[in-house]
């Protein structure tokens, strides 16, 4: 469908097989708006990208794979930073590949504030840092009631130690900052989560100090949510497993997890929010714990988190319709008066379906790492 007159262009940074930003686009076309993904990994091999700067504008323009965008002619009315992928490698004689990497990285990471002025942002590009931050994150909800778990980020062996004397053995969960996957030689993947860790279990010095990971205080659970926030909208849900999953209720498959709607208690609900503000974002998906003391506690916040798997697994959330009109509403659009639409309609269309299999075909994959945050 060709955008109507009053569109509004909406930006949004992605990858190949980003479900997320494809279902979303899709339905922005349908609803008349002009959604551009954009494929940061097929730069510069797939892709071309200039910032101009003079006394009178700033304008980008973009020409490659699949993308033509030029905002002197087609001004951007908001940014979905859904998932910023860094540029590709090049080939370069390999005394250049340091030098070339390194100057396409902080043209990528730099290039955004271009786009700051009159734009929407979801999230907002200086909130974007700081909320991928863990550190930042506990000290945001610290502040709001939420309970903090007792954390160490440390490489130092003897601190990991005490915090397992202090909280007693067994009862401390060791977690990467960010999930990790590893591929087996046979095949399949190792996916890296969070795991208990107890005296035995923890490694020894060398592989300790390599890294200054995150060690937290394991919460006994009553019940674990899931909690999607939208500007002031909330849509929270308390996660239910037919499976046993340990301390992480991702470790089973999506297929496997119930969730059901709940109404968050408003001193809850109003110290996520506080959260966010904090934070400086308009958009994050919560973990909160209710532990069998009663307490709620803050385990994190994904500044641009997974949602649609909790339509999946719970159609009346109505997770996809949601969020296009909470994009839309960012970019100041009206609302559209269309009726709601469903991810499964939309997954299941021909038109979803095509484009998925065009974007593998025409679009670079970031090989490893693949998000801007990840790569500087």
């Known amino acids: 469908m060709k955008p109507r007159q009053g569109a509004k ?197 060398l592989s300790v100090r390599s890294t200054a990971s995150i060690y937290q205080e394991l919460v006994p659970v009553r019940a674990e949510y899931r909690v999607t926030i939208m500007g002031e909208h909330v849509v929270a849900a308390r996660i239910d497993s037919e499976l046993e999953y340990g301390i992480d209720w991702r470790n089973v498959p999506f297929d496997a997890v119930k969730i059901a709607p709940v109404q968050l208690p408003d001193r809850v609900r109003r110290a996520c929010l506080d959260v966010m503000a904090e934070l400086g974002i308009v958009f994050g998906c919560f973990d909160l714990i209710e532990s069998k003391a009663g307490d709620w506690c803050f385990i994190e916040v994904n500044e641009m988190g997974q949602f649609l798997w909790k339509e999946v697994a719970n159609p009346e959330l109505a997770m996809l319709d949601t969020f296009a009109r909470f994009l839309l509403a960012r970019a100041g659009a009206p609302m559209p008066d269309a009726r709601p639409v469903a991810f499964s309609e939309v997954a299941s269309s021909p038109d979803y379906l095509g484009q998925l299999t065009r974007d593998r075909e025409l679009h670079a994959r970031r090989a490893g790492v693949v998000s801007l945050y990840d790569s500087f």
């Open 9 to 205: 262009t909406i930006l949004i940074p992605t990858q190949v097989e980003d479900v997320h930003a494809l279902a979303v686009s899709a339905v922005l076309s349908q609803w008349g708006h002009h959604p551009v993904r954009w494929f940061g990994a097929d730069y510069p091999n797939q892709q071309t990208v200039t910032v101009a700067i003079d006394a009178d504008s700033v304008s980008v323009r973009t020409a490659g794979t699949a993308i033509d965008l030029d905002t002197r002619a087609t001004p951007v009315d908001a940014v979905w930073f859904r998932r910023p992928c860094a540029p590709s490698l090049v080939d370069v004689h390999p005394d250049d590949q340091d030098f070339v990497g390194r100057e396409n990285l902080k043209f990528f990471s730099s290039m955004w504030w271009s786009l700051d002025e009159g734009t929407a942002w979801i999230n907002p590009y200086a909130a974007y840092r700081r909320a991928n931050s863990k550190v930042a994150q506990l000290m945001a909800a610290r502040k709001t009631g939420l309970k903090v778990p007792r954390t160490l980020f440390t490489n130092r062996r003897e601190d990991v130690l005490a915090l397992l004397d202090a909280c007693g053995d067994g009862n401390v969960v060791y977690k990467p900052h960010k999930i990790m996957e590893w591929q087996l030689d046979g095949g399949g993947l190792r996916i890296g989560r969070a795991v208990r860790i107890d005296r035995h279990r923890l490694p020894q010095e």
